[in-house]
């Protein structure tokens, strides 16, 4: 196979994870979108916005066409952990994962979680309690979405490909599921990548279930005597037990798609993703879920990748971003980049994406250009940087929300917000009209508040807080609260 059309293979994989993870965010179910958005049948990239912050400190994030979330992010950290070589696991665990908090954008719970352990320098697999049964009973698909780079950095050397897949999914996921999901996509991935001939219906799914003893065997892997110990106090159960126990419950889902492939134009795409729990608000997130979704999806509309990816993205109560993705990169690894549509090309650092590729096969480019001497660029824990612009998103009573967009050396594009409280001096003012501001001064029921507690309450009754969280935390009734939304409203 020509270097070229391996190049166009590689760089459309990764384009079109991050087209299928920018189509399918803002319509997943978590994705607390604030707009009603058309799902587009030609798939044009479209702005929304969504409400972001968590409980204490909620604001408006704006999204613009084309941009990814933390599918998309992690695929790159995985890329520029690679690039450190034989440290690129202490480079993804130690840098890429805590910085990346920084900047996430709809991240997973599991891999949040994990990443804050790893910005305190512990692993995960070493909590004890409700954290260390959390972490073992994590099984979704935040791993699979990331592992892509493995496969292009290991050039078809399955061994290292499966070995360095388990490693990077443990530092977030404990669980089979989650694991299994990642072998498993990242083999149809290298089934995919050397393919020559037109991909047969159902070729893809033969393929997988034949040779499933390469990607469902767990791989020989130094130094994890004591992550299987905890896995095993946990799960009260040997962990060869487990791990086979869920490899046959991934066999068989490909199994049950292989079935459904076979009824041709008489299999319906939504009742077979429903057979698989794709919906299932419990298990739908799973990692060999996912996997097994999207090997289906990019199997029954191998003919016509744009559909494909279009059916994952707009799958009411799914995890849309991540099928989509994944989706994607198995066609983009089968076609290469022709399949690309013009309008998809202005998805977030498509540059950076179609240049991703060659950073891997030789990473010495990679620091040849992180080397350049400008002074207009910062240093940040993933590299130089340089700040295009920064804006307050929103300005509230007590704290204000500042957000500073970057862009790498390379071309990647990452927002960091900022929390900034407002001096306290400034917040008497801050209930502008008199008549309000004597009302509100004149309820009894606050007077116990000190001047920052009585603003703080005020501002998350105004913002419409639970109600039982202000009760507790401020020891006030229920009638107050309703009584101050009176006065404010």
């Known amino acids: 196979m020509e270097s070229n059309h391996v190049d166009s293979r590689y760089s459309a994989a990764f384009i079109l994870a991050a087209v299928g993870d920018a189509l399918g965010w803002s319509h997943e179910n978590r994705s607390n979108s604030t707009n009603k958005l058309v799902n587009d049948k030609y798939g044009v990239f479209q702005d929304w916005s969504r409400c972001a912050g968590g409980r204490y400190w909620q604001h408006r994030e704006d999204i613009r066409k ?79 979405m990331r592992i892509l780079p493995h496969v292009i950095f290991e050039q078809h050397n399955i061994k290292n490909i499966m070995g360095k897949v388990v490693i990077n999914g443990i530092y977030t996921h404990g669980h089979p599921r989650a694991l299994l999901g990642a072998t498993c996509y990242a083999y149809a991935l290298e089934i995919l990548s050397q393919k020559q001939s037109v991909l047969k219906y159902g070729e893809l799914v033969d393929k997988l279930i034949e040779e499933k003893e390469i990607w469902s065997r767990f791989p020989s892997i130094d130094g994890i005597d004591e992550w299987k110990k905890q896995f095993e106090k946990v799960h009260k159960a040997q962990f060869s037990v487990v791990w086979e126990e869920n490899a046959d419950i991934v066999i068989k889902g490909l199994e049950k798609i292989k079935q459904n492939l076979k009824k041709g134009v008489l299999d319906v795409t939504q009742n077979s993703l429903q057979e698989l729990g794709v919906f299932d608000k419990k298990i739908g997130g799973a990692g060999d879920i996912t996997t097994i979704a999207a090997i289906y999806l990019a199997s029954k509309y191998a003919t016509n990748p744009q559909k494909a990816i279009l059916e994952a993205a707009y799958l009411k109560g799914a995890d849309t971003d991540t099928i989509a993705s994944m989706t994607g990169a198995l066609l983009g690894m089968l076609y290469g980049e022709e ?3 013009l309008e998809w090309c202005i998805v977030q650092d498509y540059a950076y994406l179609k240049k991703l590729p060659q950073y891997l ?129």
């Not at 690039?83 to 891999?111: I, V």
């Not at 340089?386 to 307050?392: A, D, H, L, Q, R």
């Not at 929103?394 to 929300?401: A, L, Q, S, Y």
């Not at 309820?443 to 920052?452: F, P, S, V």
């Open 66 to 144: 084309g941009e990814y979330s933390d599918d998309t992010q992690l695929m790159i950290a995985t890329a520029r952990s690679l690039l450190h070589k034989k440290d690129w696991a202490a480079s993804f665990c130690n840098t890429e994962l805590p910085f990346w908090l920084e900047y996430e954008r709809g991240g997973g719970k599991a891999t949040k979680t994990a990443a804050k352990f790893l910005k305190k320098g512990k692993k995960p697999w070493m909590t004890t309690g409700k954290e260390l049964e959390a972490y073992f009973n994590a099984g979704g698909n935040g791993v699979a």
């Open 361 to 489: 096969l030789n990473p010495s480019l990679y620091w040849e250009e992180e080397e350049r001497k400008e002074y207009k660029y910062i240093n940040l824990s993933i590299g130089k940087a340089k700040e295009s612009f920064s804006e307050v998103n929103r300005k509230n009573n007590t704290k204000e929300i500042i957000i500073k967009k970057y862009e790498t050396i390379h071309g990647q594009t990452i927002y960091i917000k900022q929390l900034k409280k407002i001096e306290m001096e400034n917040q008497e003012n801050i209930i502008q009209d008199e008549k309000i501001k004597n009302e509100l001064f004149h309820i009894k029921e606050l007077e116990h508040l000190n001047l920052k507690q009585y603003i703080d309450c005020l501002y998350e009754i105004s913002n419409h807080f639970e109600e039982e969280e202000i009760i507790n935390k401020y020891n006030i009734k229920k009638d107050t609260i309703q009584k101050i939304r009176r006065v404010i409203h």
């Open 339 to 341: 399949i690309i549509p």
